[in-house]
C-alpha cells in the first residue's frame, strides 16, 4: 500500500513568490517517479487552479477545499483533510504549518524560505505583509525536531540552525515551468528601447530606489529603467517623477514578465534581504546578464555567473550597470549561467525533494 502525501497548494493561484514556489515544487514532483511510490494529493481553494494543475500535472489527486483566509485553512482545513484521508506526509511550502500536526499521526515536511520575518527591521511592506509576519513567527518558533525541513539556499539552512537550533536540507529551486509556459514568446516585450529590468516591490529589502538613485546618475539618454514588483501608481514613481526614461509596469502576467526578462540588457536584483533571489536563477534561464548582491543567499545563488555589488552603495550598483557595456564579460558570464543551470533544474529538485519524503518515512 502506497504512503499518502498531501501537497498544501493555497498559494497555487498566486503569480509571484510562494505561489510561483509551490507550481515549482510539483512539476518537479511531475518530473521524478514519485507517484510510483505515493499516493500524491494537493489541495486548492479555487476551482480555477484545477485547470492550473492540469499544465502543471495531471499525475496528483486534487482535493478542493473552501476558500478561507490562510490561518484558518492551514491550521484547522489542513489538519482535516490529514485526518480524514489518513495522509502520511505533510508537505508545507510555505514557512508554516498546522501545529496540531505535532500530535496527529502525519509526517511533517516543511519549506522555510526564510527568516527575515523575526527580525522585520527594514523589511517593512503593507499591513497584510505585517500582519503575515506576526503569524509566520508565531507559528515558526513552535516548530519542534519532528519535522523535515527543506532550506532553499545555504545561507537559509545557515539561519535555520542558529535561530531555530535545527537542521534542514538545502534545495535549490528550479524555474523550468515557467520557462516551458513562457518560452514561445509571441512578441518582443513593447519597450522601444535598450532597457535594464529591475524585479522590485513594495518593501524597502527590493531595493528599488537605490536602483533608480543609481539609474538616474546614468548617461543613459537612449536607455530605459524598466520597473515591475509595485503597483503602476507608487510613492516611488510620484516621488522620483523628474527622473526621466523610467518606466513602472504595475502588475504583470507571467508572459510579460519572460518578454521582459529575454529581451532586457540586464536584470537589476540587488536586494538587501532574500530567501533564495528567484529572479537571478530566472533570467540566467533567458540567457541576460544579471547585476545583483554580494551579499548571501543573492551571491551563493548567482556564484560567479553575475555582475555582484554592494546592495547599500548606489555607485557600486551605478558600476554594475556600466559593466554591462563590456561585451568579453557577458560572454563569460552567460557561458558561467549554462554551469549554475546545470545544477539548478527540475529533474534534480524533483530527485532532492523525493529523497526528502523517502527520509521521512525513515524517520
Given at each position: 500500500m502506497k504512503n499518502k502525501i498531501l501537497i498544501d497548494g493555497y498559494y497555487l493561484s498566486k503569480p509571484r513568490g510562494m505561489g510561483r514556489y509551490v507550481k515549482e515544487l510539483i512539476y518537479a514532483l511531475g518530473c521524478t517517479n514519485a507517484t510510483e511510490d505515493y499516493e500524491i494529493y494537493i489541495t486548492i481553494n479555487d476551482e480555477e487552479t484545477r485547470n492550473l494543475l492540469t499544465d502543471i500535472s495531471d499525475r496528483?489527486?486534487?482535493?478542493?477545499g473552501k476558500n478561507l483566509p490562510f490561518p484558518i485553512w492551514e491550521q484547522l482545513y489542513i489538519p482535516?483533510?490529514?485526518?480524514?484521508?489518513?495522509?502520511?506526509?505533510?508537505?508545507?511550502?510555505?514557512?508554516?504549518?498546522?501545529?496540531?500536526?505535532?500530535?496527529?499521526?502525519?509526517?511533517?515536511?516543511?519549506?522555510?524560505?526564510?527568516?527575515?520575518?523575526?527580525?522585520?527591521?527594514?523589511?517593512?511592506?503593507?499591513?497584510?505583509?505585517?500582519l503575515g509576519n506576526v503569524y509566520r513567527k508565531m507559528i515558526v518558533k513552535s516548530?519542534?525536531?519532528?519535522?523535515?525541513?527543506?532550506?532553499?539556499?545555504?545561507?537559509?539552512?545557515?539561519?535555520?540552525?542558529?535561530?531555530l537550533k535545527l537542521s534542514s536540507t538545502v534545495i535549490y529551486t528550479a524555474i523550468d515551468y515557467f520557462f516551458d509556459q513562457n518560452k514561445s514568446l509571441e512578441n518582443k516585450a513593447k519597450?522601444?528601447?535598450?532597457?535594464?529590468?529591475?524585479?522590485?516591490?513594495v518593501s524597502p529589502h527590493k531595493n528599488t530606489e537605490r536602483v533608480i538613485q543609481a539609474f538616474s546618475q546614468m548617461d543613459n539618454a537612449d536607455e530605459l529603467l524598466v520597473i515591475s514588483g509595485l503597483p503602476e501608481d507608487n510613492k516611488l514613481k510620484e516621488k522620483y517623477m523628474s527622473v526621466k526614461?523610467?518606466?513602472?509596469?504595475?502588475?504583470?502576467?507571467?508572459?510579460?514578465?519572460?518578454?521582459?526578462?529575454?529581451?532586457?540588457?540586464?536584470?537589476?536584483?540587488?536586494?538587501?534581504?532574500?530567501?533564495?533571489?528567484?529572479?537571478?536563477?530566472?533570467?540566467?534561464?533567458?540567457?541576460?546578464?544579471?547585476?545583483?548582491?554580494?551579499?548571501?543567499?543573492?551571491?551563493?545563488?548567482?556564484?560567479?555567473?553575475?555582475?555582484?555589488?554592494?546592495?547599500?552603495?548606489?555607485?557600486?550598483?551605478?558600476?554594475?550597470?556600466?559593466?554591462?557595456?563590456?561585451e568579453g564579460k557577458i560572454i563569460m558570464l552567460k557561458e558561467k549561467m549554462q554551469v549554475a543551470l546545470e545544477e539548478i533544474n527540475s529533474s534534480t529538485m524533483g530527485e532532492k525533494i523525493k529523497t526528502v519524503l523517502n527520509n521521512s518515512i525513515t524517520k
Open positions: 496528483f489527486k486534487i482535493i478542493r482535516y483533510i490529514v485526518k480524514k484521508l489518513k495522509i502520511d506526509i505533510l508537505l508545507s511550502p510555505y514557512n508554516t504549518y498546522p501545529v496540531i500536526s505535532n500530535i496527529i499521526n502525519v509526517r511533517n515536511i516543511i519549506t522555510i524560505h526564510d527568516l527575515m520575518f523575526l527580525n522585520s527591521e527594514g523589511i517593512g511592506g503593507n499591513s497584510y505583509q505585517k516548530i519542534t525536531k519532528k519535522p523535515l525541513i527543506i532550506s532553499v539556499s545555504e545561507n537559509t539552512s545557515k539561519e535555520i540552525h542558529e535561530k519597450v522601444d528601447k535598450s532597457y535594464y529590468y529591475h524585479v522590485g516591490g526614461n523610467i518606466i513602472f509596469t504595475g502588475w504583470l502576467e507571467d508572459i510579460e514578465v519572460a518578454n521582459l526578462y529575454k529581451f532586457a540588457k540586464g536584470v537589476i536584483f540587488p536586494s538587501l534581504v532574500e530567501g533564495y533571489g528567484l529572479p537571478i536563477i530566472e533570467a540566467f534561464k533567458y540567457g541576460t546578464p544579471v547585476i545583483t548582491s554580494n551579499i548571501p543567499p543573492m551571491s551563493e545563488i548567482a556564484n560567479s555567473a553575475a555582475i555582484l555589488v554592494d546592495p547599500y552603495s548606489i555607485e557600486s550598483i551605478k558600476d554594475g550597470l556600466k559593466e554591462l557595456n563590456n
